[in-house]
């Protein structure tokens, strides 16, 4: 084929699929969207694993459906937009690119969670410290309540399953980030955990909470001590400023969600108490609590 040829447009509906990143923590959950939808249409899903056999990459692609721990993947993500931009720019490839931010644990699936990302580490070590800052955010007169950018992880693999799988022209990147400005933010996770039984003594003085915060993760134990905050405790040095919704822009990705009907609430979901509350469950399944 020569590079100025285009091959004829896509199918009506996917019916193979190539998956890369199959065995991280988001990729295991589209995996089985995307298997639930292929076995439908007597499709076939492609994913593509590291590995010296094929048994010993389909042995990866089964440890991560027996696990909870991603691995970064920033670098190889920048690399696979350019090369998808430049199969659209040259064939007329069909693009849909969802770029997620915070990815929360599963819903419904006991222990089903990211172990290694900053929120997690947030979780075991509020818990099983007993203390939180008086705020996360600088407050001030007017100042709005703050927002927390992440959404859980069954409905983030549900929606990019979803509207990638009606992709059919053009180039589209779509940021999956919670757009509602509805004030639940990191100061409403340390109050509801409180409200199921479970509470947190506040400190007010930022600095105090942070010099005993950082003692009593030191003093856990040792693998609550791996899972907890001390690797990227920087990132809580100072209280943040607040913003009313997400830093990125999201009507894009409401509005697809919104088309495609994916939830009973026609939106994105709003982060509740139930999925926060069930983290004390998940971590104790995962014996960090």
Not at 42 to 68: I, N, Y
Not at 129 to 139: L, N
Not at 153 to 159: E, G, I, L, M
Request: hydrophobic share 40%; aromatic share 8%; charged share 25%.
């Amino acid at each position: 084929m020569k590079q100025t040829d285009r091959p004829a447009g896509p199918l009506p509906e996917a019916r193979t699929v190539l998956l890369t990143g199959a065995n991280g923590y988001l990729g295991r959950f589209l995996c089985r969207e995307w298997l639930e939808r292929v076995a439908e249409r007597g499709g076939t899903l492609v994913c593509v694993l590291r590995g010296g056999t094929d048994e010993l990459a389909r042995a990866r692609l089964d440890a991560a459906f027996d696990s909870g721990y991603a691995n970064g993947y920033g670098a190889s993500e920048w690399a696979g937009e350019v090369l998808l931009r430049a199969a659209h720019d040259t064939f007329g490839l069909p693009v849909a690119v969802f770029r997620s931010n915070l990815i929360l644990a599963h819903t419904r699936y006991r222990g089903q969670l990211n172990l290694p990302d900053i929120f997690t580490r947030l979780m075991v070590s509020l818990l099983a410290t007993g203390i939180a800052p008086g705020s996360f955010y600088v407050r001030g007169t007017g100042d709005a309540g703050g927002h927390y950018d992440g959404l859980p992880v069954d409905f983030t693999a549900q929606a990019i399953a979803a509207l990638g799988d009606r992709a059919r022209e053009g180039y589209r990147t779509c940021n999956v980030v919670n757009p509602h400005e509805d004030g639940i933010s990191l100061d409403t996770f340390v109050d509801w955990p409180a409200a199921a039984g479970h509470p947190l003594t506040r400190i007010h003085d930022h600095d105090e909470w942070l010099g005993r915060f950082e003692t009593a993760m030191r003093g856990l134990p040792e693998r609550r001590r791996q899972h907890s905050l001390l690797p990227l405790l920087h990132a809580f040095a100072e209280p943040e400023d607040p913003l009313p919704g997400s830093a990125l822009p999201a009507h894009r990705f409401r509005a697809a969600v919104r088309a495609a009907a994916l939830t009973e609430e026609n939106d994105t979901p709003h982060l509740s108490q139930d999925l926060i509350t069930k983290y004390v469950a998940d971590l104790r399944t995962r014996h960090l609590l």
